[in-house]
């Protein structure tokens, strides 16, 4: 549960940092929202659902780090966007930006799967 709410601290200091920058880069408005919602809302709510459920395992922590990819790769793919779009250079990222959102996806499913098998009826 510690490494839960760990995760969750980390993703809301990057939340804020990004905030900051998109501040200086008004087109990266969602760095600031994509860390602070999927990264530090999902990890809280984690600790809460895992404390009621014990459905934290192995095969979890896999999905968790798998989402951890994904969500990184999202927000690195989105400050590449911003700043190629803000300093008006040319570049094509839409894919790799689709790839991260895609294992984001099939990583929360996983997630989500994984808590539906603890709950007993």
């Given at each position: 549960?510690?490494?839960?709410?760990?995760?969750?601290?980390?993703?809301?200091?990057?939340?804020?940092?990004?905030g900051v920058f998109y501040r200086e880069f008004t087109t990266l408005s969602v760095v600031h929202t994509h860390y602070l919602m999927l990264g530090m809302v999902l990890f809280?709510?984690?600790?809460v659902v895992k404390k009621n459920f014990h459905f934290v395992d192995?095969?979890?922590l896999k999905y968790l780090l798998f989402y951890r990819i994904g969500l990184n790769l999202t927000v690195v793919m989105l400050?590449?966007?911003g700043v190629v779009?803000?300093?008006?250079?040319?570049a094509s990222i839409a894919v790799l930006i689709?790839?991260?959102?895609?294992?984001?996806?099939?990583?929360?499913v996983l997630v989500l799967i994984s808590i539906r098998n603890c709950i007993k009826d």
């Open positions: 549960m510690k490494r839960l709410m760990n995760a969750s601290i980390v993703y809301e200091v990057l939340g804020l940092i990004g809280l709510l984690l600790v192995n095969k979890v400050v590449v966007r779009q803000v300093l008006s250079l040319d689709g790839i991260a959102h895609l294992i984001l996806g099939i990583s929360m």
